[in-house]
């Protein structure tokens, strides 16, 4: 099953307006990293934030980290048309050989 | 760019069919990965080599396999193709073991099984 599930599964936006995403996931993490994709190419990476981190800024972007709930959120400021896109958050699971397990994703459209 | 290639960027095969997906990682990077995205499934992580060695395994089936060549360039294999494996194979290269960190992923090669 997925470790991380993007809320909502659809966003759609103007121009200027702010976008939130957020993930939930399910056992404890080391880290949390955000990717985008856009249509039908490679993901690229955003942010990463550790599990003793609780914020993290990178220019338009802020994610949040609540490890109590086991959720995060990104925050896109600004949007622009350029930022439309799935975004995906992808959890490395505090056990064993850890690998990244993405969620299903937040597909934003900015117009 | 990520840097990390992939070839080819298309392939359309027939069931039971076999085919060879190819990466080449980041310069420098250690850590292949692959993953498969379908619209039903996500994004699925297949397997992880390191530096030629299989280090972790997710949801690959057996009619899959992988490998890890000298030159760090990795090769997916899959066979007795279904239609179901029709999909985005994504591989993403980092330069350590552990996926503490980035992982940088090339443009994907599209699969489709008629």
């Known amino acids: 099953s997925q470790q991380g599930e993007e809320d909502p599964q659809a966003l759609s936006i103007q121009e200027g307006e702010n976008a939130t995403m957020n993930c939930s996931y399910k056992?404890?993490?080391?880290?949390l990293q955000w990717y985008r994709q856009n249509s039908g190419r490679g993901l690229v990476h955003l942010i990463l934030i550790r599990s003793n981190e609780r914020e993290k800024h990178s220019g338009r972007l802020r994610v949040t980290l609540d490890t109590s709930k086991k959720s995060s959120s990104l925050l896109i400021t600004a949007s622009r048309a350029a930022d439309t896109a799935s975004y995906f958050c992808a959890t490395d699971a505090n056990s064993g050989y850890s690998t990244l397990t993405f969620g299903k994703g937040t597909m934003l459209l900015v117009s | 760019d990520s840097g990390v290639t992939q070839t080819p960027k298309h392939l359309i095969t027939a069931t039971g069919q076999r085919v060879t997906l190819r990466c080449s990682p980041r310069?420098?990077?250690?850590?292949v990965y692959w993953y498969q995205q379908s619209l039903d499934q996500g994004l699925q992580f297949l397997i992880q080599?390191?530096?030629?060695?299989?280090?972790a395994k997710g949801n690959i089936l057996e009619r899959f396999s992988a490998q890890q060549f000298p030159d760090l360039h990795s090769e997916l294999n899959l066979s007795s193709l279904e239609l179901g494996d029709s999909a985005l194979y994504f591989c993403?290269?980092?330069?350590?073991?552990?996926?503490?960190?980035?992982?940088?992923f090339g443009p994907g090669t599209r699969l489709t099984v008629l």
């Open positions: 310069s420098g990077d250690l850590s």
């Open positions: 993403a290269s980092s330069p350590r073991a552990q996926v503490y960190n980035e992982q940088f």
């Open positions: 056992t404890s993490i080391n880290n």
């Open positions: 080599y390191y530096n030629g060695e299989e280090r």
